[in-house]
Structures are given as C-alpha cells and as structure tokens.
C-alpha cells in the first residue's frame, strides 16, 4: 500500500493514449504545431480568458521560471518557510531569478502569516538599497501542509501585495485538488484573486511531464517564452508536451483525478480520526493527510507493508498521499491495517 | 514528402511500447527507481566505461549543462560559428555557466579550424584577466554542416586543447548518426578521443524528450547532480525518461535508425548529384544533405510537395534531413521529383 | 556629537599624505605597479604567510567575491542571522555566487549557535539533490553584536566545517578591532584558526576605499583575480587602492586606531553601565556599544546632540560607534549628557 | 616620454585638492552626503537635463552595470568588434546582463557597419526564440581606434535601433575627448542623439576611480540603484567618489584637460605624418593615434626611450595616447627621436 508521494504514481490511460495517438508523423517543433495550440487554447478555456500558457517539463521548473518573471534580481520573494521553492527546488529560484531571495514566513496549516509577511516588507522597505526589494509573494495551493485557500484568503494576501507593488504567484502543483476541495473555479482560484501567475501541474494527476505556468498579467508575460528557451524547457517535439495536457483537461478528466484523489484521503483519514493516540494537527482538504503517529504505531503500520514519509515539520508527524490510481481497496487495506496497529 | 528535420519526427514504436509498459505502477521519483538505474548502466555498456549518465529533456539543456561544468562563468567556449549553441539555444550557455563566451570560430565542412582556435587562445592569454579565460572546446558530432568527426580528428583538438588546459565537449545531438558513418566505436569517439563530456541525443532518433549528458571525467562529474537539479531537468517521474533510453539502446535500435536515416540520406543525394544545376558543397556523411538549389527548381521542388528548410549560410544553400521515419519510397518520390524539376 | 556609523568617518592624515604622493608621475595599471606589489607584501607579512591578496573597493565585493570562491552556485551559506551579508548588501551574495543561498542561524552576541548550525546542515544533507548544499560557514569579526571571536571559538566552526568540508570564511569590516580586542594575532585569527578566507576591512579605519580578501587556502585562490575583473573591482589606477593599505599597515597605523576607537567606545560604555534605566545585553568588546534605552532617555540624547542609530535587533535598542577620529573630549561630552538625560 | 596609456596617469591636482578637503569631519555614508548631491546636480548640468546619476568605481563597472539595464538576459548586444566591453572587460557584460550576449560587428574607424549590424539583427529576429534577441547597440566615443562620433552620426544608429527597439548605450570612457573634438554639447552627444545611457567616465581625465552611469531615459533608470548596491559598487564613504566628480567639472576642469590631451595628440601626430615610411590609418580625432610603424624604427622608438603599446588590430600598429599631464617638452622630446629614428 503506497501513500508515498503521487509523482510516484505512473501515467493516466487517458495521457499514455493521447501519447499514441500523436506518436506517428510529422509535426512542427517547438511549440508550433496543431496539438500545442489546441492544448493552450483548452487551458484559456478552463481559465475563461486569454491567459499566456506555457508548458515546461517539471515543477521546480515551472515555478522557478514564473517567479523570475514576477521578480527582479534584487528582490525577495514572500513564501512560507515550508514551500516546495525555499526546501525542495535546491537554488532554482535564485539561478533562474538571477539572484532573487527567498524568505520562509512561519503560518499555521502551511500559510504564511500575513502580518509577519508585512512586518518583513516594511522592515526591508526601510533598509532600502541595502535589503532584498520587496518582490513578490509566492503562496502554494494545495499548501505543503495539505490545506487550500480560498479565493478570499488569497485576495488578503493580493490587497497586502498591491500595498507594496508585488506580484503573486500560485505553486499548483496541485492545483486541480484545491479547485475540487475549495469548489471554486479555476478563474477564481487564480486572476479573480489577484494571482498574476501560476504553476499549474498535473504531473500528480496522471501526467508524465506536464507542468505549465500560466500568466494572467499581460507585461508579465512578455518574452516568457525567452526565458524558457534559455532554460532548455521548450521542447523540439513539443507536441508530446501539448498531448499530456489535452488528455487530461478533455472530459473533466484532471478533476476527476483530483476528485478521487481527495475523496481516496479523506476515506483514509477517518481511520487516523478513530485512533487517539494519533493527532492529525492540520485540516486535511486535499489529498494528502500529516498524522502525528507515537513511533511504537509507526513502525508497526510499516511492517504491515504500509509505506508514507515522516515529515520533518513536527516529531513524528508523517505524510500520507493518495492519487488518482489510488484504489478504494488499497485504503481499505490500509484502514485495517490502521485500526489494529 | 518531409525532410524538414529529424525534430519534427515522430516516436519509435519501441518507445511508446516502453513507456506503455511503464505507464502502472508506482516508482521512486527523481531517477532513484529501478528503470533509470538500468538505462544509465546501458549508456555505461555502450560506452565501455563507468562514465556518468544524466538524463534530461533537451539539447540545449544538454549542451549548456555540460559546457557550465567544463567552463568557469569567465571562460571562452570556442566552438564553429554556425554550431547549434550558438545559433539555435539563444543565451542557454550564458545562463548555465554563469556568464562564459562562446567564440565562434570559422572553418570548413562545419569544423572550426584549428589554427584560428589557437590564434584566439593565444590572444586571450595574452590579454590575460582582461579577456575570456580560454576553458573549453565544443564540437558537434554530427557537425551543422551534417559532415563527421573521425577519432583522430577528433584527437588534434584535444592535443589543442592539452596546451592549454581546456576541456573537450562534443554537442552529439545526431552522436548515433556519426557512429554509424564513421565506423568508429562509441568509445572512440569520445572519451579514446580525449572527450571529457558528450551530450548525447536520442530524440531526433526517435525518443520523445531523450538527452543525455555523459560525463568521462571524473572531476566534471563531481556535484553535477545539482546543475541538473537545480535548472529543474530532473523529473520527478524520471522512469519516463529512462524508458525511452532503454527502448533505443536495446536491440541496437539507435544504430539501426541511425543506418536507416543516414542511408536514406545517402540515396536522395544521388538524385541532387545528377543534376548539374545544382552543387552539394558540404561532404554528405550522415542523415542530412545541403544542396545550393537555384531558386527556379526551389521553387519547383516546392509546389511538387517537398518540404524542406532554406540554410543561412549560403546563397540558395537548402537542408534536407531524413530519419528513422523516412521511408524509402518517400524518397523515391523526392527523386522523382529532383530529376524533373 | 556623532556615533553613528564609523564609515561615516574621513580619512586618516596617512591615508591622504600616501595619496598625495602617488599622485604624479604615471603608473602601470590594473595592479601591475610597485605599490601594489609592495601592499600585497606587506598584507602578507602581518599574516605571517604567503596568502593571496585582492584590493577591493567595498565590503559588499569582498564578502560576496570571497563568498563566490567558496561556496558553489548551488551551495548554502550559514551566517547569524543579523550578518551583514544577509542584510545589509542586498543580493551581492546570490549574484556573485552564481545563485547560492544564506542560511541566516539564531545565536546570542551575533555569533551563529554551532548546534543550530550542524542541524541546518545535517537536514540539507539528508535532502540531498533537493536542497541547497553545504557549502560554507561565514562568521563576522568583530560580529554584528559588536562582539569578537577567538581563535578557541572560531576553532570549533571549522571543527564542524571539516566534518561536512566546508569553507570558513570570516567577514572582518573591522579585523582591526577584533585582533585588538583578543591579543591575537592576525594569523592566529584567520589561518591558525583554519580560516579559509578573511575581507579584510581598513575603510570603517581610516582608509577610503580599502578592503581586500585575503585567501590563505591556495585552491580557493585560483582564478580569484578573474573574479574580480568581471565585477568591475579591479581599478586602473590600482595604486591608489594600494597607497591606502601601505599608508594604514606601516608602523601599525591600523592597530593603533583600532586600540584607539576600541578604547572610546570603552569609556563611552562605562556611561551606560551607571545608568540603571539602561541595559546593555551584548558583550562590548571592541568599537560598538548597543544600549537599550528607554524612549524619553533616547529622545533626550537627541536632543541634546547625541547621533546615534536605532538598532532593530530588540526594541528601543540603539547602536553607538566610535572610530579613529573619535576624541576624548566628545566622548566625555557624550558621557555628561548620558548622565544627565 | 610615456605614452602607453591615460589610465597610467596620476591625479590632477584638483581631484587631490577635493579629497584633502573632504578628509575630514563625518558625513552620511552610500551617497546620501551634501557632496554626493552637489557632484549629481553638476553632472545634470553640464547634459542640461534631469539625469538619472550613478557614480562607480571602474568603466568595467559603469558599462556592465549600464548594459544590465538596457538589454534583457537574453538579448544580443550590437558593438564593434574591438569595443572594450568586448575585449577588455573579461566577462562583466554577461554577468551583469545575467547572460545576454556581445555581438561584434566590423567596420571602420572603430565604427561598426550600420549595414552589418542591421543584417545581424534581422537574421535574429528571423530565428526568433532560438537566437539571442536584439536588445542593445553599444557605441564608444571615443571609439578604440580614437575616432569620435558627431552627433549625426549617433542619430543613425538610434534610428536603426528604433526600428526594432532597442536601447542606445555609449562607452564615454573619454567622452570628455569626443566632447572637446567635435564641438558638440554633452547634451547633443547623448540623449539629444537618441542615446538612452552614457558610460562617463573621468578617470582617465584626471580621476582616480572617477566613473558614473548617466541614463536618461526614465524606465531605464528605474531600480538601478538596485543594481549598483549589489554589484558591490555602492562605496560606503561616497564623498571621496563625489569630490573627484565636482573637482574636474568645476571651472571645466575637465574640459580643459581634454582639449591639452587632443592637442598633445595632434601635435605628436604631425611628427608620424612627416615620416613616409610610417602609415595612420586611423583619423586622429582626440587624445590617441594608432601609427603602422615598421619594426625596425619602432625598435629604435623604443631603444630611445619612448614608452607606447603595440596594437593588435592590423600588424605593426603601435597606439600612443596622451593625457592632462603629458607636456609640449614631453611631446617635442618624441617629436625628435621620431624624425631622427
């Protein structure tokens, strides 16, 4: 039973299809063929405005190359002191930045407090020339912390950042997990909040490499596509990029992914709720659950063949994550597993 | 009937079986997973050496990756002018290495000339801190010009390079290409060539996103885990990745396509060659030819359907390439035309 | 009465009688002159060793050009978190090192708490690829607190460094003051204490533009002068950064100043300790005192001539500097309106 | 009798007289001094606009920090082939920039081809992504073949640039020789003729670090204070930067040391025109002459003590220049070992 990560989960049917599908002939690199076009044109669709779309190969990627649009080479970048960009993506935000400087907020359930987000504003805005300028707030949605904001808790953050002329972005690498778990649309998850851009992945959600920024705010955009190509994201056979994403926005299919997914967590997390030795300290909305479990249990749930990380944010906390090949027995197994540990 | 590029080709069904059969399951991520440890153990055998192996998504990550850890940020790259790092990667090299040069040099059939490489060299030297620190030598094998290195060609670069303490890189974008044409082994034509690092290309052979960088020497090697990493080339699903490199190496199938796409080559020059209008001034040794075509039969060829690039880098100068998708009565019917037109 | 800053200050008399007699007469340039020469043997001389020697022109290009030939692009730096590194220049750090990453460590009197330290380091190690990499440890003597280290304390940073082989590297804008505060020697400070790498700062001295990285770690030292050519640190007219440091090292000009301004801010301190109202938490070791003072008090200094900064460390804490202009009779002066505030 | 070169020279006597001046006494440090503003106005005087004004230690530091504003990272930069940034200044363009690159353009007088560069830019625009985007044109004037540019001549390289929007940089690390040769204002020189950002620089002039960026256009301007911090070019005691600066405006200091050096030049050249055997392709236009000296005379030049460099642009080329301190005796000293040699 696997509750490891879900970039460890394989490809959806729909994405190793749309692969086979575009397998034979010829077509244009780099972006400029048939499939591309439709693949960019369906995300403006789920978005509902003429968003710029450009699909890169990872995440770290992805994020790393949105942020050096959204800051300069002097600026800081406001995120929790727990994202994926300051812990898992090693310097990409400084090489692709030029330099830029990432600052950890502390913040309950993986959201960064939003006075000390201010306090550190301020305080560097007095500094002047000689403190990182006051760039851009960088927030996760799913949270590292596996909760989601809504639309109006990212509008707090953009009415912060329109205080001091900053740019938001939005880590999604998990995006279609927060659309399902908050109900909101994609529009309103992202430009009716305020978000300039946004790294959009379904890497997670069945995709083998399909990760996007999406940019939302017009001079943003400008010659992105520069800043891609100099990275060596844009791909020659670009079209199998492109395949990824119309497989998998085609028929809801990316939300039903996210849906089962959530639903695969949430079925889970009743038999974490049930033991009392085992605190589950941050609200479980998406897909992936951080139970507190005394290292006796631990150990006894890994003999049983149950595999999760520990988590290094608290002692002894762990992380389970279910994906969209996650089976309703698979859980069950689990659940039996956990009850009797 | 399309001979634009070997990048507008499709995927061999070798590859998409490959990546079908890893499309279940889950897999460790970021190339710890059982598959990748096979594929790099394969570029190991077919180099007959312990060489490092990354994995990455394009050539020009390939190529600006391995020139930043053949080159210090103020080093001078001296490569042939019309090499694809300087030409078609827009400023990737730049990024990489932190702010090192490319020296286009000039020369014959594609190869940069020798002595006007020395001269450079001991200019700069002479100039001291004021100028580019010579660092490294970058050859394509196959060349822009689609003629090969031999090993011992290959060799009087790198006694060159010896005097003067630099690295060797070779751009192998078409590397299968040149083994073929020249007879020579893998191992010949790098590292018993002196070659520190190869970036080794597989896509326009019919993977989908499958670039290699392979590294010989040991010290180059050292932390390149982290370029990679940090520049978001590693994958979280690598086993996407390796897969494509198993499908191709195994069997041989790289080399076959290789044969195929240069033979198919070899059998459209006949035709170029027949007509007296018409000069093919670069040696046709691999899968691509460059006839200078005077505009009225460009013209014919055209409306006759047959696709193909106009080349900077002569007057009337045409590219035509062929691949492991070309078929032989594609050819024939190019032919066909050719002869008429 | 001004405490301000001790860059604030002028120009000691030998500092402008060394200029003017360096003004005639024509020079080879870019550090190619007698006086050059003569300035980097006499750094050497005083650290009892053949270091390398680099004139620079502020403490920003020394930090962040001897950081860069520590620690890799890719690489963490470990700094209190009060450095003037991480606050007080910007980005300089992320620029020159191509992308490296600060780590900014609580500790008590701005010294960095090794154990704090090791943890940092032991997470990113388990991180691996991940996160940024271990790469160096800087330390600033005399520290931000205005406290000093000895080479016992200093010892046990490189202790941890060899555990992980890491650089140490000592930021040292004011050297001076901290071989005077310790009785060491300058050797005993830097190398004798596995110093890698010292800015070594005589502007706050009495100099003008005089700051240097010295480099006792022979591989660190290679290529170093290409590092600073390209930031634009290397002047034409180089002798007039040399003519400063011979002006200040002859006949222990810097020592005597840094006795003098260790001495003022003694005397001035001793007018703190009466006052019960104020407290002074940092040990006051060298040129800098840091009060915390109650507002009306505060505001009474003022008024009454005092210029001083207000420090953000803690509240109303303040920050007083004394320098090698600094007379006995302001600080006296300063005394009386201490007492009477 | 040294000619060799005008950053070999001393001090004039008022850049020491201001320094003395401004020895003693405290004042706010990184430019925020009476001096600092004062030496700001006078610049915006002599271009008879609202510049923006950035004094910098080196003409390495002004022209990197210069381009880094007006060319993305991934832009082409259009210079003369033996412009200074090219040749002379390592790699700083490219760390500045963040990577985009020199492209040296041939022609005449130190003038690159307003054809060629045109060519360049439009088979850039061609390759799109894949190439360098045009970003910048780079003038020097003086040019390094000491030819001056009169303000028509400026007027069609912005048109060009015009039509594919790009910034208009000059090189003025003798724009006070190019001012004084052509009779035009500074105004004319600069943003009269389009040009968006001049590299001032008077430490050739009589400075001693004495270099500043001057923009004058708006958006260019913006945040570079930003980028003169991190470069670590801020100096901490700014005063001694500024007093140079007013020292040499003042009473046209500068102007008048200049005119002496063009006429020096003028008068030393007469002695190569009367000498057959000697060539000077080059106009003479300000304060440097570039004579083809055959061999032998040039080693009789050299036994009979005149010191001068040997050029590598085009065999036998020698350089000698003259600055405010070279005399007439200096002059007429080498006037004779010429016609006797």
Same sequence: chains 1, 2, 3, 4.
Avoid at 5 to 32: C, F, I, R, W
Avoid at 217 to 237: C, D, I, P, T
């Amino acid at each position: 039973m696997h509750f490891v990560s879900d970039n460890q989960s394989g490809l959806h049917p729909a994405v190793l299809k749309a692969l086979a599908e575009a397998a034979t002939g010829t077509a244009a690199g780099y972006g400029e063929d048939a499939l591309s076009a439709a693949a960019e044109a369906a995300v403006q669709d789920i978005f509902e405005t003429r968003c710029a779309v450009f699909f890169v190969t990872t995440g770290t990627a992805a994020n790393a190359l949105a942020l050096s649009a959204l800051c300069p080479p002097w600026g800081a970048i406001y995120c929790h002191k727990g994202s994926h960009a300051q812990n898992d993506e090693n310097t990409a935000v400084e090489l692709y930045t030029g330099g830029a400087r990432l600052v950890g907020i502390d913040g309950e359930q993986g959201k960064p407090a939003l006075e000390q987000m201010r306090a550190h504003i301020e305080t560097a805005k007095i500094h002047g020339v000689h403190n990182a300028r006051p760039g851009a707030v960088s927030l996760s949605n799913v949270t590292e912390s596996g909760t989601v904001y809504t639309p109006g808790e990212l509008a707090a953050y953009r009415a912060l950042a329109d205080e001091h002329q900053l740019h938001v972005h939005v880590d999604g690498a998990r995006f279609a997990n927060a659309v399902v778990s908050t109900g909101a649309t994609p529009a309103e998850l992202t430009w009716g909040a305020g978000v300039d851009c946004l790294s959009f992945g379904l890497t997670k959600n069945g995709g083998m490499a399909a990760e996007a920024v999406v940019i939302f705010n017009e001079r943003v955009a400008e010659q992105f596509e520069y800043r891609r190509k100099r990275a060596g994201h844009l791909w020659s056979k670009h079209r199998y990029l492109s395949a990824q994403w119309l497989a998998l926005l085609e028929d809801d299919v990316w939300l039903k992914n996210a849906r089962h997914a959530n639903d695969m967590t949430q079925r889970l997390a009743a038999g974490f709720y049930e033991r009392a030795e085992i605190d589950v300290p941050w609200s479980v909305q998406a897909n992936e659950i951080f139970p507190v479990i005394p290292g006796n249990i631990r150990l006894a749930l890994r003999d049983e063949g149950l595999q999760f990380y520990d988590w290094p944010a608290k002692a002894d906390m762990t992380r389970f994550i279910t994906h969209f090949a996650t089976t309703v027995s698979e859980v069950d197994a689990a659940l039996a597993i956990i009850a009797s540990a």
